[in-house]
T-cell receptor, first 113, second 115 residues
Framework: GNSVTQMEGPVTLSEEAFLTINCTYT??????LFWYVQYPGEGLQLLLK?????DKGSNKGFEATYRKETTSFHLEKGSVQVSDSAVYFC????????????FGKGMKLTVNP | KAGVTQTPRYLIKTRGQQVTLSCSPI?????VSWYQQTPGQGLQFLFE???????NKGNFPGRFSGRQFSNSRSEMNVSTLELGDSALYLC??????????????FGPGTRLTVL
């Protein structure tokens, strides 16, 4: 079945450091790819998404590019802030109207001042 | 616009009991999905409802069931609770559920503890 593998951490960075969270997937067909973020005590929020190969999703300084040849969707941010401390989930959804998301295990990021 | 609301936020039950969780989607959203989040298994899809019909189902035993009402509000029920059912249960709503063009908005979750 479809699956997502991502770095699990936890990871601790200093403010203004560069962030990369690796995410690779296994899927039949052409899934859409997502990054969700979960702040402490809150539900999941969509951070960005890409629906086809070579698409780049971006939001709040975060970026990820849908790489079909490497089945990857790595999340990057050039300069993290303390407010970026959260758990980050990579996810995919099947093409063809399937309404379910398949999530990676999540990675906890802590950013220190 | 109000977000997705889930009630109750916290629940403590004992093994063998049953429990009902409620989810109110964002106004105008007709698709409601449920997910279970545990430290060991991560986030797993339970089921999705659209216009009062279950449209998609994950790999959970029949003890897990749900329904959706005409106002799009949804409930999920877990019967004969087991210790392993302790989890954060997340509800998500979207306009139509089609994830190519739509976005799922998640509620804060219901934390269920089974003793």
């Amino acid at each position: 079945g479809n699956s997502v593998t991502q770095m699990e951490g936890p990871v601790t960075l200093s403010e203004e450091a560069f962030l990369t969270i690796n995410c690779t997937y296994t899927a039949t067909g052409y899934p859409s790819l997502f990054w969700y973020v979960q702040y402490p005590g809150e539900g999941l929020q969509l951070l960005l998404k890409a629906t086809k190969a070579d698409d780049k999703g971006s939001n709040k300084g975060f970026e990820a590019t849908y790489r079909k040849e490497t089945t990857s969707f790595h999340l990057e941010k050039g300069s993290v802030q303390v407010s970026d401390s959260a758990v980050y989930f990579c996810a995919l959804s099947d093409q063809g109207g399937s309404e379910k998301l398949v999530f990676g295990k999540g990675m906890k990021l802590t950013v220190n001042p | 616009k109000a977000g997705v609301t889930q009630t109750p936020r916290y629940l403590i039950k004992t093994r063998g009991q049953q429990v009902t969780l409620s989810c109110s989607p964002i106004s105008g959203h007709r698709s409601v999905s449920w997910y279970q989040q545990t430290p060991g298994q991560g986030l797993q899809f339970l089921f999705e409802y659209f216009s009062e019909t279950q449209r998609n189902k994950g790999n959970f035993p029949g003890r897990f069931s749900g329904r959706q009402f005409s106002n799009s509000r949804s409930e999920m029920n877990v019967s004969t609770l087991e210790l392993g059912d302790s989890a954060l249960y997340l509800c998500a709503s979207s306009v139509s559920g089609g994830l190519l063009t739509d976005t799922q908005y998640f509620g804060p979750g219901t934390r269920l503890t089974v003793l």
